[in-house]
């Protein structure tokens, strides 16, 4: 089971920190990553890490202004999120590729186990 939590309503260039508790099974040999969902159909690659945490990939719309990182003894993962704009505004979702198919999954449909979402709000 994954928990995302930390969301929020924020005002623009403010920061939050989000967070993925993994409860049930050991994240530490996964790759693991996070994605959003504005209104509408499509949920969109925001940042992966790989299973050591010393390499990560980020989507160009954050690059510079989000971290992604993770505590394997917590069995956590973290989103740190700055600079934050309206339109960052959506549904965060963790997520975890236990099979690993391509190194550096950016499609949702690569992943197989999905946290609940957590809301982050960015006003003007």
């Known amino acids: 089971q994954l928990v995302e939590s930390g969301g929020g309503l924020v005002q623009a260039g403010d920061s939050l920190r989000l967070s993925c508790a993994a409860s049930g099974r050991t994240i530490s040999r996964y790759f693991m990553a996070w994605f959003r969902q504005a209104p509408g159909p499509e949920r969109e690659f925001v940042a992966g890490?790989?299973?050591?945490?010393?390499?990560?990939d980020y989507a160009d719309f954050v690059k510079g202004r989000f971290t992604i990182s993770r505590d394997n003894a917590k069995n956590t993962l973290y989103l740190q999120m700055n600079s934050l704009k309206t339109e960052d505004t959506a549904v965060y979702y963790c997520?975890?590729?236990?099979?690993?198919?391509?190194?550096?999954?950016?499609?949702?449909?690569?992943?197989?186990?999905w946290g609940q979402g957590t809301q982050v709000t960015v006003s003007s």
């Open positions: 890490i790989n299973w050591s945490g010393d390499s990560a």
């Open positions: 997520a975890v590729d236990t099979v690993l198919i391509t190194p550096w999954p950016r499609g949702a449909y690569e992943y197989d186990y």
